[in-house]
């Protein structure tokens, strides 16, 4: 397998100035209408509450739950991929040495340290092999090294299908949840919203951010007991704990 620091960092981060790039340059070729406008949001959240925060966060990083068929298992493993967030195994990494040593200097996000489209929040220092030990399925290692390929794959038939498909349906949305996954890191560890826990980290619950990321603006609850939602007052309304239950239904 490819030396996955390698597969990490830089990667990610090119996938994700690709979509930068794209979406600045191609904003004005693209014809901005209404039904445009609503896959770029749709798939926006497809990438961000499916791929991100169902599948590589509560599936992936912290076990939350398991799934009653595997068909569905694979393909919304599919989306976590064209997702665009790097591998699940450079995630589960990076997530779970968030969880390991929140708010320190050994913390991948660099608490307090506000940059979007940065290198740091995606790069793998130094391996530690102990945190994905479970993750390390022959499946997951060749998705880790040919993630490259299933995301050119994906934008390839994008493109054929129809080229603002993959301006609308990649590349904007793509970009969006860079931005949406950055502020996420940022202030869901800053003094901003509130707690109802007393964690050690400093970890917050932040409900501006609920529009971006959902239940996962619930995160000084995650930080407490990350479990198959993040919802603890009768308010703090987590959908993608729904999504998961209708998924194993
Ligand atoms: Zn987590
Ligand atoms: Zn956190």
Redesign the pocket.
Known sequence: MKNITRMSGPLILSIQYASLFITIAGAFFVSWTFSWILVALLFFYLYSAIGVSMML?RYF??KSFEFKNPILKWIFTGISIISSRGSPIAWVHI?RE??AYPDTDRDPHKPGKFSLFSFRTTYIKELKLFLIKDVLTKEQKFIHEYYLLFILAWCISLLLINPLLFYFAWALPVCLNQIAQDLWNYFSHVNVGYRNFETKDNSRNVTWLWPLILGESWHNN?HNA?SITTKVKKWEFDPINYIIGLVNK
Request: aromatic share 0%; hydrophobic share 0%; proline share 12%.
């Open positions: 966060h990083s912290h997530h968030h969880h995650h990350p």
